[in-house]
């Protein structure tokens, strides 16, 4: 854990760089709730806490136990209970049915194994009228770096025809 949080919470890193910017994008409220489908080490979960504040929920979701646990302690360090830390399987977000007012993934959607199963999880997990945000990389021939190319496993248009064939409008 302590690896990847040099490397995913780092200036360099566009993401990071830009974070707030990222989080207050996603327009959340007091007393919303938000899913942080593959939080990782928790770089956007302060800025949903505190958006939602203490009559919110945080989900924050991940897939590797040790962030899991790593989000829980640093939930607890940090006094915020309106954060939970979700272990999800590789096809399901492990999401409460209708328990989200926003799902939200960044730099993780590429990772998806089973993008079609993923997300009609994360379909089940919206409450009615609720949001994905996808902030993702985009590989575009002949503008993206060979390493995002290489990296990323479908282009923008494929994103977003999977997202469509698990009921999103």
């Not at 770089?43 to 979701?61: L, P, T």
């Not at 993008?115 to 994360?122: A, D, K, M, N, V």
């Amino acid at each position: 854990v302590d690896m990847m949080v040099k490397r995913f919470e780092a200036e360099s890193r566009e993401v990071f760089a830009k974070r707030s910017t990222i989080a207050r994008a996603v327009g959340l409220s007091p007393g919303m709730a938000v899913a942080d489908v593959g939080a990782g080490t928790g770089v956007f979960v302060d800025f949903f806490a505190s958006d939602v504040q203490a009559s919110g929920k945080v989900y924050a979701v991940d897939i590797a136990p040790k962030f899991v646990e790593h989000l829980r302690e640093r939930a607890a360090a940090r006094n915020q209970p309106q954060v939970e830390a979700v272990l999800c399987t590789a096809d399901d977000a492990k999401l409460p049915a209708a328990s989200c007012d926003a799902v939200f993934t960044c730099d993780t959607y590429h990772h998806f194994e089973y993008p079609h199963s993923t997300l009609t999880s994360i379909h089940r997990a919206l409450r009615p009228q609720g949001q994905l945000v996808i902030v993702d990389f985009e590989g575009i021939p002949g503008v993206s770096r060979q390493w995002t190319l290489d990296h990323v496993r479908c282009d923008k248009q494929q994103v977003i025809r999977e997202v469509l064939a698990a009921g999103f409008v």
